[in-house]
């Protein structure tokens, strides 16, 4: 269950960026491929390029059996507004089953969402309407997130639940508390993050960081770390042999905890790329 939200899901979410750039026909693939695999669950946003463009003939077929979440990086209500509606119109569905504040990551933003004349007046606004069913929050900065909640009674949180920053500095621990004892969906992104790409390294332009390798021991531990820390699913990154490395390997992570072996691991591991570490601000 995703909270209080009512919303049983799959512990994988389809992030929608996997779109990103890619052929209508591959969009398509990948979200049958989804589907078929029992994923319902499905999170874009406009600032992933043309990923709405894709995911919204993509889902279609499928929209009625899925659940649909969208955001918005407008921090004022008639930028939120205007926002909202194209990604209605833009992923061809008459309402998203959860919207959400963008990359929440300082003071400034918060203040902005809601003061008066602030986004949050668009997401009641469209709540009212039936343009939304939950309202939620994805953010970066932890203390900014746990701000969000003190001021608004939000039904989901996405959150950066890195294992590199948690080892290191106990990032994200006391944001697990807080929506456990509030019953308040976490859906934990960035868990495969493992560090910066160093100079010289290919980078990709739908996964700004290196992950743990697929198939090794540490990229189970950082999946089984998410789900320690509450979260309801995990959200790879736009990646699609990550996202099918996800699913193929979710059912052991469930069935099998994080260990005291395995936390060792990510504890001795973390502090090797001490420095190199994933920049949240990003």
């Given at each position: 269950?995703?909270?209080?939200?009512?919303?049983?899901?799959?512990?994988?979410?389809f992030?929608?960026?996997?779109?990103?750039?890619?052929?209508?026909?591959?969009a398509?693939?990948?979200?049958?491929?989804?589907?078929?695999?029992?994923?319902?669950?499905?999170?874009?946003?406009?600032?992933?390029?043309?990923?709405?463009?894709?995911?919204?003939?993509?889902?279609?077929?499928?929209?009625?059996?899925v659940?649909?979440?969208?955001?918005?990086?407008?921090?004022?209500?008639?930028?939120?507004?205007?926002?909202?509606?194209?990604?209605?119109?833009?992923?061809?569905?008459?309402?998203?089953?959860?919207?959400?504040?963008?990359?929440?990551?300082?003071?400034?933003?918060?203040?902005?969402?809601?003061?008066?004349?602030?986004?949050?007046?668009?997401?009641?606004?469209?709540?009212?309407?039936g343009?939304?069913?939950?309202?939620?929050?994805?953010?970066?900065?932890?203390?900014?997130?746990?701000r969000?909640?003190?001021?608004?009674?939000?039904?989901?949180?996405?959150?950066?639940?890195?294992?590199?920053?948690?080892?290191?500095?106990?990032?994200?621990?006391?944001?697990?508390?807080?929506?456990?004892?509030?019953?308040?969906?976490?859906?934990?992104?960035?868990?495969?993050?493992?560090?910066?790409?160093?100079?010289?390294?290919?980078?990709?332009?739908?996964?700004?960081?290196?992950?743990?390798?697929?198939?090794?021991?540490?990229?189970?531990?950082?999946?089984?770390?998410?789900?320690?820390?509450?979260?309801?699913?995990?959200?790879?990154?736009?990646?699609?042999?990550?996202?099918?490395?996800?699913?193929?390997?979710?059912?052991?992570?469930?069935?099998?905890p994080?260990?005291?072996?395995?936390?060792?691991?990510?504890?001795?591991?973390?502090e090797?790329?001490?420095?190199?570490?994933?920049?949240?601000?990003?």
């Amino acid at each position: 269950m995703l909270g209080k939200t009512g919303y049983e899901i799959t512990p994988v979410v389809f992030g929608g960026i996997i779109n990103t750039s890619e052929t209508q026909g591959d969009a398509n693939y990948f979200v049958s491929y989804a589907v078929d695999r029992g994923v319902n669950f499905f999170d874009v946003a406009p600032a992933y390029g043309n990923a709405e463009e894709r995911l919204g003939p993509a889902l279609k077929p499928y929209r009625k059996g899925v659940y649909l979440a969208c955001k918005t990086l407008c921090r004022d209500a008639k930028g939120a507004k205007e926002e909202l509606l194209n990604s209605l119109r833009l992923l061809q569905t008459d309402y998203f089953d959860v919207y959400q504040l963008h990359g929440i990551k300082d003071a400034g933003e918060v203040d902005a969402a809601f003061a008066w004349g602030g986004a949050m007046e668009t997401m009641e606004w469209a709540k009212k309407e039936g343009l939304i069913r939950k309202i939620g929050i994805t953010a970066h900065i932890e203390e900014q997130a746990l701000r969000c909640l003190d001021m608004y009674d939000f039904e989901s949180v996405m959150y950066t639940m890195n294992p590199v920053h948690g080892m290191l500095y106990g990032t994200g621990y006391k944001l697990a508390e807080v929506v456990k004892a509030r019953n308040i969906g976490l859906l934990c992104m960035k868990v495969h993050a493992w560090r910066q790409f160093l100079e010289g390294e290919p980078k990709t332009q739908k996964g700004w960081y290196k992950c743990a390798e697929p198939g090794s021991a540490l990229s189970l531990a950082t999946m089984k770390y998410g789900i320690m820390q509450g979260g309801a699913a995990l959200v790879p990154p736009g990646l699609f042999e990550v996202f099918k490395y996800t699913l193929d390997h979710i059912e052991e992570v469930l069935a099998n905890p994080l260990s005291e072996s395995e936390l060792e691991l990510l504890k001795s591991e973390a502090e090797k790329v001490r420095g190199h570490e994933l920049n949240l601000n990003q």
